[in-house]
């Protein structure tokens, strides 16, 4: 039993990583190749407009639900909305935030820019605190706008091309279709004012994405209303991340390395639940941390991966050249 | 006693404008005196003016008190209606310079307030619907609780009127647990206290200082007398209905408020005024309960349904509590004392939030304009003003949402109150879903009426006692004037309707000494235009005064928003001209007079429908269009939707067989003598009828399943030794969009019937799904087929509403290949995506056989067939890859450009920093 822990606390966990990002890359947007559907509450960005999907992204079909007329929204209509809800609650309580860490094909991407930038030996930027803590509110405001703008429409206040209005904006329409070869997505649409600048925006939006992914780890997830709408429901999934305050040095390793900046896994030593809003459970700071049992990941309050000196040097040891580039 | 106090944050004293609205007692006072004053008068005014209108009294209690006022506040700010209660206002004097006696044990009882609530005031509003309702019964009512209360303050001491006899005392008192506010007071300073001023200054002898620990504000009526006795009482901002997330000492009189009022409110509405409008009422038990009894017992004036509604609703609604609470405590091994009165906490929320969505939609509906126009009827003013919104207004609807959050609010305090209880985890899981039980009721309720009325309609009449569904021309019969005699006085002479039902259309006329009554000027103009009948002395009915005017010098308002009978222009008449205007003010239409309306009238005897029925001759193409051609411009313009849309009804689709005459003007047929068929989606024939109309012909069918229906009208007549065999095809596929809809190829490519000689199919092409539709720019195929073979040099011609139009001989196989036309070319900005290009194949072939056609010979056959189509623009008229690739690009080059320079411009200069080891 020791030794199996041992083994898993000591090993490397970007490897596994790259090839679990690549299975559910392959999973989600080639899926529909191998007649695999998961169904469509699926709480990543598996875009729906990918026609090969495996499993759809849980956004379109609950603004589909929500577009309807009111009295029908909640009248036996709401049943369906909540089995579709349930369906995504399910799926999210077994890996929580690892959803983004590991499953999504949108992050998956970003991963693979920042990989590519890497290489180029160009460095990354980094938003300044108060910048942070402004910024990482427009991911709830987006929540909105999918909850909102649907309900708008189901009230006859907004157009119908407001149903998938986040859809619209949402750079994965754009990108996830393009690996199985469709450029539907990348065209403007004329329409209506609102569609135009909708469709304007998603193609901006779309522009952003890859200057910013390959300036910024994780760009988008920063921005990410599904992470949003995780981080409402986190306290009741399965794996968690801890922290044990007492055993803290503060010394900063862990924050160096998160992808998304969070500040609190390095400075608060009160909470036991560090998993924050804009956390993708990577467990990079799981990996980094160089303490004895500070950080780990649980299931069911039962440590799966634990941060151990041990392990902590055999990384060092792996990425030491790694690290000169980063 | 505290002069000053550093008050918290979320401490309502310490804000400018809820702070003065809430502790200021000087305006608390005028308050009080105004609500009283405005009780007093509402009493007087109520035995003043007892007949209907009288409206200030109903806006009064009915339209403010109870619900709105109460409803709204009670689960929101608290017991704020009990602080400005003129009983409450009034006992507190009263109590002072009364006897101050003990009440007797026998009745500290908060069962008697309930019971006056449930069984006093609810089962009597059932038993005896409207008997409060009326000004009259409504200030006997207060009058006579006002002088129990009276006597009862005089009598005895610390209010106890209000906690035990008051019927929404236990009521008020329950339901403010979910509010956000919280009387209680700084703790710091009490704990130093010894005066208690808040309990000496608190007209209940409560204990303020008290209530945080207690976790219970027990009788607070928020009068804010402690407030003005001392500065260390504050009132605060709380998380809703947090109090009933930690334990306190439990009421039991509350739990069955919970109960008994979700029982006789929203269940026996749900029974009675739900399900007991549809269709299906008759059927439900407390109808058969009430007919059965019917036949021992004489039940008066009593409404038996209503009360056995009321009753079944109780019934119902305990035992779901009581056995589920019982099977919780059973299996949590608990005292099911315990368990009940614990948990049942967790009903608040359900009556309380759903009662404020239906007070803020009658609000927005009637009680706008009710409570400001009967304000205005109280105190002498004439104001008019329209309603807030309509029923039906599709944003209303946000306000059912409440009743879901009622029942996932519910079930949090279960959670939460579940969590307290001393027990097993694994007990208290399995528990859970049975202590939820009258939850689950609530919400089956109000799923079971949605089902009820989705799968049996409506009752016609529909929402009687809220006047949405009644209709406007009726009247009770008493009020209506029947000036014929004889069996048949109460119908239209001519038309033979009830003249009672569309009384305020009435008209009446002499003939030879006879009295003749109409329902509506429609069938007056047909007996004095049209059969030209000598009438005299012509009368209308005053909407008014509801009395026959003379006709020719009444004030007609034409085309209002009121319903019309027999017509589709509402004509609606008035003695003053100042009425008529302010009828059209209110309704739109116009004031016009008798000879106006008359000639009005007379065009519903030449409708468009009715000029365009005409026979069809041999030689006509006829072909479908699922547009009403009688339709005017812009009413029905959107046509061709199909009919059952809502769950449960199988949709079905009208068509219009129409031709073309040769003065080229579109005809509809009088009456179709040609054969029906109809191809379903299962690929069976089977025959369709006509309508049974008198004006243009249509043919409807139902489309039970997903898939292509074809409808065919064949047709054969000889004319010069020719046979013309005229088709037409109207091919729809239904879709219901449903994840298990399966595309089979089979059955969605075209077919021919052998009933059908001639035909032509658009032929599928690879790939069609459920979605298919047709594009401007795309190819369609046509083939044609007669006698289900292919047939080569048919002539097929599209042509498209625009007027455009190609003809092409079919090739060997039979097809005939076009290219869809992009005609749409709209400004930019009112470019609609799914418009809809209208056209139609026709394709005619002469067959040089002769022979016999009903034992008719003919030398050869010419045949014809239609096919119409819509297709829509292709998506490249537009959306535009190059813009949208623009528009990427240029954000990406401007962003990357934008970093570049940023980080160049924050780069530091290498700069070499020697330290001189010397210094």
């Not at chain 1, 941390?289 to 440590?303: G, Q, Y």
Request: contains cysteine.
């Amino acid at each position: 039993m020791k030794k199996i822990r041992d083994f898993i606390n000591r090993a490397d966990i970007s490897k596994f990583r790259f090839w679990l990002q690549l299975f559910f890359f392959i999973l989600f947007v080639y899926g529909g190749y191998f007649s695999i559907n998961l169904g469509n509450s699926i709480p990543v960005f598996s875009c729906g407009y990918d026609r090969e999907v495996g499993g759809m992204c849980y956004f379109l079909p609950l603004q589909h639900q929500l577009a309807r007329p009111l009295d029908v929204l909640l009248s036996a209509a709401s049943i369906s909305v909540l089995i579709g809800f349930l369906t995504f609650l399910l799926w999210f309580i077994v890996f929580n935030k690892a959803w983004c860490g590991y499953a999504c094909p949108l992050g998956t991407m970003q991963d693979w820019i920042t990989g590519l930038r890497k290489r180029m030996g160009i460095n990354y930027s980094t938003y300044t605190q108060p910048q942070f803590n402004s910024l990482k509110k427009i991911k709830y405001l987006l929540l909105a706008l999918v909850i909102l703008a649907p309900i708008g429409v189901g009230l006859g206040i907004l157009g119908g091309e407001w149903r998938t209005a986040f859809c619209e904006i949402c750079p994965g329409r754009m990108i996830t279709p393009l690996f199985v070869g469709d450029t539907s997505q990348w065209s403007l649409d004329f329409s209506t004012k609102s569609a135009m600048v909708l469709t304007t925006l998603g193609l901006m939006f779309t522009g952003l994405f890859f200057v910013g992914s390959f300036v910024k780890k994780r760009f988008f997830c920063f921005f990410c209303p599904m992470s949003a709408m995780h981080y409402i429901f986190s306290d009741a999934a399965l794996i968690k991340l801890r922290k044990d305050g007492d055993k803290c040095t503060k010394c900063g390793d862990c924050y160096n390395v998160c992808d998304m900046q969070i500040k609190d896994i390095a400075d608060d030593v009160q909470s036991t639940n560090i998993l924050r809003d804009d956390c993708i459970l990577c467990m990079k700071c799981v990996a980094a941390c160089p303490e004895d049992d500070v950080l780990h990941v649980d299931i069911l309050n039962m440590p799966v991966f634990t941060s151990t000196k041990g392990g902590f040097v055999k990384r060092m040891q792996m990425d030491d050249w790694e690290k000169k580039d980063d | 006693m505290v002069n000053f106090i550093k008050r918290d944050n979320n401490d309502i004293y310490s804000k400018p404008i809820m702070g003065f609205l809430f502790k200021n007692q000087k305006f608390l006072l005028t308050l009080k005196i105004v609500v009283l004053a405005l009780f007093l008068y509402a009493l007087y005014f109520g035995f003043a003016h007892t007949g209907k209108d009288n409206t200030f009294t109903y806006a009064l209690f009915w339209g403010i008190f109870w619900s709105l006022f109460m409803v709204v506040t009670l689960p929101t700010f608290g017991r704020i209606f009990c602080g400005i209660c003129p009983h409450g206002f009034m006992g507190k004097y009263i109590t002072k310079y009364g006897l101050q006696k003990k009440m007797p044990k026998w009745m500290q009882n908060r069962y008697i307030g309930l019971f006056l609530l449930v069984l006093g005031w609810w089962g009597i509003y059932y038993m005896f619907p409207g008997l409060y309702r009326t000004p009259l019964g409504t200030a006997t009512l207060f009058t006579v609780m006002t002088l129990i209360s009276f006597v009862v303050y005089f009598v005895y001491r610390d209010m106890s009127y209000c906690k035990y006899i008051c019927p929404i005392g236990t009521l008020t008192r329950a339901y403010s647990k979910l509010s956000f506010t919280w009387l209680g007071t700084y703790k710091s300073a009490c704990n130093e206290c010894k005066t208690f001023e808040c309990a000496t200054a608190c007209p209940y002898n409560l204990k303020p200082f008290t209530f945080d620990s207690r976790n219970s504000m027990t009788d607070c009526t928020l009068c804010m007398d402690c407030s003005s006795a001392c500065e260390a009482v504050s009132f605060k901002y709380k998380k809703p209905s947090f109090s009933l997330f930690s334990k306190f000492q439990t009421l039991k009189a509350e739990v069955w408020a919970y109960i008994l009022i979700l029982a006789s409110i929203p269940i026996t509405m749900a029974f009675h005024h739900g399900i007991g409008r549809s269709n299906a009422a008759g059927d439900m038990i407390w109808s058969t309960t009430a007919e059965f009894f019917k036949g021992y017992i004489s039940f008066g004036s009593i409404d038996p349904i209503g009360l056995f509604a009321f009753l079944y609703a109780i019934l119902f609604t305990v035992s779901a509590a009581v056995v589920g609470m019982f099977i919780a405590a059973k299996i949590l091994n608990k005292n099911f004392k315990d368990v009940f009165y614990n948990l049942g906490y967790s009903y608040a929320p359900l009556f309380i939030l759903g009662s404020i969505a239906h007070s803020l939609e009658t609000f927005f509906m009637r009680g706008y304009k009710q409570i400001v126009e009967g304000f205005g009827h109280g105190f002498g003013f004439d104001i008019d003003v329209t309603s807030l919104a309509q029923r039906g207004d599709s944003w209303l609807h946000i306000f059912d949402l409440l009743k879901w959050v009622a029942i996932i609010w519910a079930l949090i305090i279960l959670y939460k109150r579940m969590k307290l209880l001393d027990a097993d985890k694994m007990r208290k899981i399995i528990a859970y879903p049975f202590a939820a039980s009258l939850i689950i009721f609530f919400l089956s309720v109000n799923m079971y009426r949605g089902y009820i009325i989705d799968t049996y309609g409506r009752a016609s009449g529909g929402h009687g006692s809220h006047g949405a569904g009644a209709m406007f021309q009726s009247v009770s019969k008493d009020k209506a004037t029947l000036l014929q005699s004889g069996k048949d006085k109460g119908s239209c002479i001519v038309c033979g309707m009830n003249l009672v039902k569309f009384y305020k259309t009435n008209h009446a006329a002499h003939l030879n000494d006879t009295t003749r009554q109409y329902c509506s000027i429609h069938c007056l103009a047909e007996e004095k235009n049209l059969k030209k009948m000598p009438l005299s002395d012509l009368k209308v009915v005053d909407v008014k005064s509801l009395k026959f005017i003379d006709a020719k010098s009444a004030f007609y308002v034409v085309g209002s928003k009121k319903k019309p009978t027999m017509s589709e222009v509402s004509k609606y008449a008035f003695t003053n001209e100042k009425d008529a205007i302010k009828f059209s003010k209110r309704n739109k239409g116009k004031v016009l007079n008798f000879d106006e309306a008359l000639k009005i009238a007379m065009k519903d005897f030449d409708t468009p429908a009715k000029r365009m029925a005409k026979e069809v001759s041999a030689t006509d193409i006829v072909y479908f269009t699922d547009k009403n051609p009688a339709a005017r411009r812009g009413k029905g313009g959107h046509g061709g939707h199909i009919h059952g849309g809502s769950r449960g009804e199988i949709p079905s689709k009208k068509v219009w067989p129409v031709f073309i005459n040769n003065s080229g003007r579109l005809n509809c047929i009088s009456n179709i003598r040609s054969e029906l068929f109809l191809l379903d989606a299962n690929l069976e024939v089977t025959k369709a009828k006509q309508s049974r109309g008198r004006d243009c012909k249509t043919v409807s069918f139902r489309m039970p399943d997903n898939g292509y229906y074809n409808l065919y009208y064949v047709d054969g007549n000889i004319q010069d030794d020719t046979l013309y065999m005229t088709t037409a095809k109207y091919e729809h596929m239904r879709f219901n969009h449903s994840n298990d809809a399966i595309y089979d190829n089979e059955n969605m490519s075209a077919h021919s019937i052998k009933e059908v000689p001639f035909d032509i199919l658009r032929v599928r092409e690879k790939g069609e799904t459920f979605y298919h539709r047709l594009y401007a720019g795309e190819k369609v195929r046509i083939k044609a087929i007669l006698n289900s073979e292919p047939i080569e040099g048919a002539s097929v011609t599209l042509s498209t509403k625009t007027g455009w139009s190609k003809t092409i001989k079919t090739d060997k196989d039979g097809i005939a290949t076009f290219v869809l036309l992009k005609d749409y070319f709209p400004e930019w900005n009112k470019f609609d995506r799914r418009h809809k290009n209208n056209f139609l194949l026709t394709a005619t072939y002469t067959q040089n056989s002769a022979g016999e056609y009903l034992y008719e010979p003919y030398k050869k056959i010419k045949h014809t067939t239609t096919y119409p189509s819509v297709y829509y623009p292709n998506d490249s008229a537009y959306s535009s890859y190059a813009y949208g690739l623009l528009a990427a690009i240029i954000t990406m080059l401007l962003s990357g450009v934008a970093i570049y320079w940023y980080r160049k411009r924050n780069q530091q200069p290498f700069k070499e920093v020697r330290f001189d080891e010397k210094d």
